[in-house]
Each structure stands twice: as C-alpha cells, then as structure tokens.
C-alpha cells in the first residue's frame, strides 16, 4: 500500500531554536498534504493544507509565520516550527493524498514527536 | 464547523468479543473515515466511507448518511486490536482536510 514518511520520528530542541519536519510520499505523487497537530489526550487537529507549487491554507488559529510549510514537490512537504516554545511541543502528523485529485483517501505518516525544552 | 462525537470513549472487553464504535456528526459530509493509532501514535486508515458497508477481515464498517452516524465493528476481537480507534470526517462543500473524533481507547484483554 501507499506509504507516507515522516523525519525526524522525534526531536527535543531548545527553546527558541527552528526545527524542520518533513513528509515524504515514498511510491507514489501527492497533489495535497496535510499537516495535523495532537495534544496529549486529545483529537487531532487540522493545522493547514500544503499544496504542490501554492502557498498552504492554514486553519483558524494556526500561525503561518510560525509554521511555515513548503510543498517543494510532489513528494515532499515540510513544516517548519519557528523560534519553538514549549507549547509547540506536541505530535505533529502529516497525510498525502494520492494524485490523481478525486480520491478521498488519505495516507498518513508516523508522526514527528516535538518536545521543546 | 463539522461536531464529530464518539462513543464510547473507552472500552474494555474479552478476547473473541463482538465490538461496536459508534460516530456521529453534525453537518453533512463527502466521506467518513476510521482510523487506527497505536500507542506510539502512528496512524493506520482503516475504512473510507461514504455510503453503505464495507468490510476488511474481521472488521466491519457502515454509514446511514441521514442520521449522521457510523459505526465501526470488530468481530472476534484479539487483544492485537487494543488501540484508539478515531473516526474523522471531511465535510461536504469544505476544504479537504479532516475533522476527527475524539478517538475511542479499545483493550482487549486476553
């Protein structure tokens, strides 16, 4: 099946520093990727949609300045988490979309476990 | 905004127990999904519906579009089914990305 990887798995960084995600689609093009975020205990939460060669669309609340997404490819999108603190620390989880556009499945990574210290 | 509710949130059973996820949501949707995350929160698709029934081994989900409700079944349940099962739905009309339940924590004990 389709195959969605994430890098790094988990990272502790310092407050204040930069950290990058990315969210690759190994076998097959990705039109759209999404990037969620999970508090412990509870539900993911949409951040923003990263589309091929376009600015993502971020959701309500969600700092674009500060998460900064980049869809280089068709296989690769990345979040950046700028100037980190630790209430960013949370798990962030990307999902790819198969191309082509139509199919509503959506495959997801492993997670990338964010604490910043 | 799409409301998505699960129940139970969490649930015990015996190994070989028939299980039943529920899910329901307030506005309309192009497609419900159930989702499987461990506990090291890797997330697995299980189902994408959006209508009727489909099934994939012992599992079994279904949809009534009108009342807004789906449900996840597991037959023959083994303790390997012990996870957060998570329903989450895209709204019809909306932007693609999903809504999610709160996630309902399934053990199976032996």
């Known amino acids: 099946g389709a195959v969605v990887s994430q890098h790094p798995s988990r990272v502790i960084c310092k407050s204040g520093t930069s950290v990058k995600i990315e969210c690759r689609s190994l076998d097959f093009q990705a039109t759209t990727m999404f990037w969620y975020r999970q508090f412990p205990k509870q539900s993911l939460m949409l951040m923003a949609t990263s589309n091929e060669g376009s600015k993502a669309t971020y959701e309500q609340g969600v700092e674009k300045d500060k998460f900064l997404i980049n869809h280089a490819s068709l296989t690769l999108s990345t979040l950046t988490v700028t100037s980190a603190h630790p209430e960013d620390s949370s798990f962030y989880i990307c999902?790819?979309?198969?191309?082509?556009?139509?199919?509503?499945?959506?495959?997801f990574g492993p997670g990338t476990r964010l604490l910043v210290l | 905004k799409n409301e998505v509710e699960q129940s139970p949130q969490n649930l015990t059973a015996q190994e070989g127990e028939f299980i039943t996820i529920n899910c329901s949501y307030s506005v309309g949707i192009s497609a419900l999904h159930w989702l499987q995350q461990h506990p090291g929160g890797g997330i697995v698709s299980l189902f994408m519906l959006s209508s009727g029934k489909k099934k994939h081994g012992r599992l079994i989900a279904t949809i009534n579009i009108q009342e807004k409700h789906s449900s996840l079944h597991i037959t023959a349940s083994h303790p390997r089914d012990s996870a957060v099962y998570i329903c989450a739905v895209r709204s019809r009309g909306g932007a693609d990305g999903l809504t999610f339940g709160k996630g309902t924590h399934l053990i199976i004990q032996p």
């Open positions: 999902s790819a979309v198969p191309r082509p556009r139509g199919q509503e499945t959506q495959y």
